[in-house]
């Protein structure tokens, strides 16, 4: 079951914050940000692992709250190359062991000047 | 190369006609995913390898994709009898913890 990210696109500009939400129904393992520019592939951004794990990325960070199945991806004082679809998968906790990465819908971010 | 190779990066084909999708690792990653992307939409599982375990298989749409992996390494994504609707982008993305994608094949069924 794929987790549900909010909003679905959001236009910026430069300088100005994003927040990018992403939620599971199940408990999950772990959490994975990627970004996505148009005709590429998806660049790996983080992985967040343990409750309330946080990390960051240049001005890019993310938190995970484990106990409400719920990621954040923070972009702050955004740039135009932050552009692109940012996606997060999310893996399960599983008995039968399998850690399936199964991804959102995605968020189109604009940043414009 | 250090990332995920696919092959080939483009593939025309006849609907009807079987094809088979390439795609080659990072060494050392034990897990290995295949996703389908169609124009401007998200990223669809479809097969999870993971070391020598059975793959998860559940996100195959219909029993003409099937998928193996040799040697714990490269796998193959084959699709037979193409249809129309199978014309996307076919990512492979492996993993250690961390999870890389490669460039991808851009399907096109005529």
Request: proline share 4%; with cysteine.
């Amino acid at each position: 079951q794929q987790p549900v990210q909010s909003p679905q696109a959001v236009i910026l500009r430069e300088g100005e914050d994003a927040v990018i939400n992403c939620s599971s129904s199940k408990a999950l393992y772990s959490v994975h940000w990627y970004r996505q520019k148009h005709g590429e592939a998806p660049v790996f951004l983080m992985i967040l692992l343990k409750g309330g794990e946080q990390k960051g990325h240049d001005k890019i960070s993310a938190s995970f709250n484990e106990k409400k199945q719920q990621s954040s991806l923070y972009l702050t004082a955004s740039q135009l190359s932050y552009s692109g679809t940012y996606f997060c998968g999310t893996v399960p906790y599983s008995g039968a062991g399998s850690y399936q990465l199964t991804f959102g819908k995605g968020t189109k971010l604009s940043v414009i000047p | 190369g250090a990332g995920v190779s696919q092959s080939p990066s483009n593939k025309v084909t006849e609907k009807g006609k079987d094809v088979e999708l390439r795609c080659d690792p990072i060494s050392g990653h034990t897990a290995l995913y295949w996703y389908r992307q169609s124009l401007g939409q998200g990223l669809e599982f479809l097969i999870y390898f993971q070391g020598n375990s059975a793959p998860d298989k559940s996100g195959l749409p219909s029993d003409r994709f099937s998928a193996e992996r040799t040697g714990g390494s490269v796998s193959t994504l084959t699709i037979q009898r193409t249809q129309q609707e199978d014309s996307a982008v076919y990512l492979c993305a492996s993993s250690c913890r961390d999870s890389y994608f490669g460039p991808g094949t851009r399907l096109t069924v005529t």
